[in-house]
């Protein structure tokens, strides 16, 4: 029986695969199957996927077109035989107990999604990346860590939803992570960091141009799917929160260092409409105004003054 099908899109990756791979055929949970869907590459990436796919009846390779990591994903759900699915990008690599100890931890509690820590790789330099513990959906929305790597889905869970990644966006986790939250009953940890975080300048997460729009639609569908499912006002106070963090936090910095002035300058705007259009009262938040913390302190501080004094220091930085 295949106990967890680990999905891995593949594009152009070829100084990273063999280290990705190599992680996951030597995982101590033998009950796997590697689902590679090579999304149009052109380099070496499938002439090494071939040298171990000699050796491991337990790698399945599907070739694609290309339509970016979203739609390789998508793709290779539909032959997903294993109870949990995983999702590892290609140039990360994994602790060969990690899939043994989340399935464990799975089995244990019947999870819906179990997640792990990892550790931000420098090449030689590893950081760790401790998650906060959340007790329910609400708290999942405020604190969870939205990226699709560190988790196991139970199959089931993902069947039922039919929710899918959003092709052609960045951010795709975002919008992923968010409208599955309702659907999970139950959530578990395992504190150890299992997964190695790899960062590279080319990474499309690290390229900062006009597709770091993709934030507002992303954030956008989200709020729209909660309002179709007739729960938005359950989780207004956490959506709206969370809504505020990332616009003025992890995509404010990434908009304020793009280097094109006018497609800068248009992007912080946006900012500002979407925040205060969607959120108008933002800064009176419950959980903003709650158990103050540093970022907390800087969102509260902002308004259209310091809103460009701090677009001019995240650029500089």
């Known amino acids: 029986m295949t106990k967890i099908s680990v999905i891995v899109p593949v594009y152009n990756v070829e100084k990273y695969i063999r280290k990705c791979l190599e992680s996951l055929v030597k995982q101590t949970l033998k009950e796997i199957e590697i689902i590679i869907v090579d999304d149009g590459s052109t380099d070496n990436s499938v002439q090494i996927i071939n040298e171990y796919m000699q050796n491991n009846e337990n790698i399945k390779y599907y070739k694609k077109e290309n339509g970016g990591l979203s739609d390789a994903r998508n793709y290779g759900m539909q032959f997903a035989t294993g109870k949990y699915i995983a999702f590892l990008d290609s140039d990360d690599y994994i602790d060969v107990t990690t899939y043994e100890k989340m399935y464990e931890k799975a089995k244990k509690e019947d999870s819906d999604i179990v997640e792990c820590n990892f550790y931000w790789n420098y090449g030689r330099k590893n950081k760790k990346d401790i998650g906060e513990i959340y007790d329910n959906r609400k708290q999942m929305i405020e604190k969870a860590r939205v990226v699709a790597w560190n988790k196991l889905y139970k199959k089931e869970l993902l069947e039922k939803t039919k929710l899918k990644f959003p092709k052609g966006l960045r951010y795709e986790d975002v919008e992923?992570?968010?409208?599955?939250?309702?659907?999970?009953?139950?959530?578990?940890?395992?504190?150890?960091?299992?997964?190695?975080?790899?960062?590279?300048?080319?990474?499309?997460?690290?390229?900062?141009?006009?597709?770091?729009?993709?934030?507002?639609?992303?954030?956008?569908?989200?709020?729209?799917?909660?309002?179709?499912?007739?729960?938005?006002?359950?989780?207004?106070?956490?959506?709206?929160?969370?809504?505020?963090?990332?616009?003025?936090?992890?995509?404010?910095?990434?908009?304020?260092?793009?280097?094109?002035?006018?497609?800068?300058?248009?992007?912080?705007?946006?900012?500002?409409?979407?925040?205060?259009?969607?959120?108008?009262?933002?800064?009176?938040?419950?959980?903003?105004?709650?158990?103050?913390?540093?970022?907390?302190?800087?969102?509260?501080?902002?308004?259209?003054?310091?809103?460009?004094?701090?677009?001019?220091?995240?650029?500089?930085?």
Do not use: G
């Open 176 to 317: 992923f992570f968010y409208k599955l939250v309702p659907n999970i009953q139950t959530v578990s940890f395992v504190k150890e960091p299992l997964i190695y975080y790899v960062q590279r300048k080319k990474s499309i997460i690290n390229i900062q141009n006009e597709k770091n729009a993709d934030i507002f639609t992303v954030l956008n569908n989200v709020i729209k799917y909660y309002k179709e499912k007739h729960i938005y006002n359950d989780y207004k106070e956490e959506l709206e929160y969370t809504y505020t963090r990332i616009l003025l936090c992890s995509s404010f910095k990434r908009i304020a260092k793009i280097k094109n002035k006018d497609t800068r300058k248009e992007l912080l705007n946006q900012t500002w409409i979407q925040l205060n259009e969607n959120f108008p009262n933002w800064k009176q938040n419950k959980i903003l105004n709650k158990n103050l913390t540093n970022k907390k302190r800087y969102m509260l501080s902002v308004n259209r003054f310091t809103f460009r004094i701090y677009s001019w220091l995240y650029k500089i930085i």
